[in-house]
């Protein structure tokens, strides 16, 4: 290092080098604990997976697992304008967990667990009506953004009507499935249930979703995103190029 009274200038440049890899350092660990955060979120997800009486649905060679950043990358969904968890894709810990979908674009269905979490809990040990018609909400949006073939978001569910059959136990895990019966220009009417292992049914659903609807004042590239389809992992992603990149080399 050169003599700081001798060269003023040479200083302030080794100050400024200094702030300089300060910065990078700072940026580097941001990055490093972004990705910690990614992975230990993609764990938590996969810890509440899908269970055996399932399974078949991750080998189906028919059923396509659906992935949107929002609900793998918990920094890209607050950077991205998102203000807080999702009720139901937000992990273990959530009151109403479905820790994935699988579609079928044959059947226009959408399939995948849910997880009624001890905080979905009514009356002692069953869960809340309400509880098991978000979940049915839930699938009756995204089976039609799917089957609409937009893309995610593109409008939302404006009808759950609900006959809700047998008690669901907090703790009880139920296939979740939506089908799209009909669609009339932006109206894609949805069937949906909660059924077990067993096929009985817990609660069905008629429901309505609107796609092509503008659901932000200002839109951006969030709102224009595509589905796109992965033949070899049989994989759709929301559209973001970098994230199908990314997605696709970390398996
Ligand atoms: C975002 C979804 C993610 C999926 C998973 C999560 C599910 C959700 O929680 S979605 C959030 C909850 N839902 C909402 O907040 C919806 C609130 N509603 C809305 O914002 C508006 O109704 C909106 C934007 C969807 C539609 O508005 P807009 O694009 O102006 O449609 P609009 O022209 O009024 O209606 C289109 C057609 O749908 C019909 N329609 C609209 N709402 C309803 C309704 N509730 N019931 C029956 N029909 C309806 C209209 O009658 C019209 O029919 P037609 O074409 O025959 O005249």
Known sequence: MPSCSAS???????????????????????????????????AALAAV?????????EESPFHYKVRLREWEDEDWR??????????IHGGSSSAICVPCYFYSPAEMALKGPVIFGRSSESHRGFCHGGAMTSALDDVCGHVAFL???????????????????KPVRSGQVLLLEG???????KKVSVQAS?????????ATMEGLSIVGAKMQLEESNLDQREWRYDEVSRTIFDGSPSWHLESKQRG
């Open 8 to 42: 003023p200038w040479l200083h302030r440049c080794a100050i400024a080098g200094t702030a300089a890899a300060s910065a990078v350092a700072v940026l580097v660990a941001a990055r490093a604990v972004a990705r910690r955060r990614h992975r230990h979120r993609a």
């Open 49 to 57: 997976s899908v269970p055996p009486w399932l399974k078949w649905l």
């Open 78 to 87: 607050r950077d991205s304008g998102w203000q807080g968890s999702d009720l």
């Open 179 to 185: 089908k799209v019966i009909k669609q009339d220009g």
């Open 147 to 165: 089957a609409a073939g937009r893309g995610p978001w593109c409008g939302a569910t404006v009808q759950v009507n609900c006959k809700l059959n």
């Open 194 to 202: 909660l059924s077990d292992e067993d096929g009985l049914v817990y």
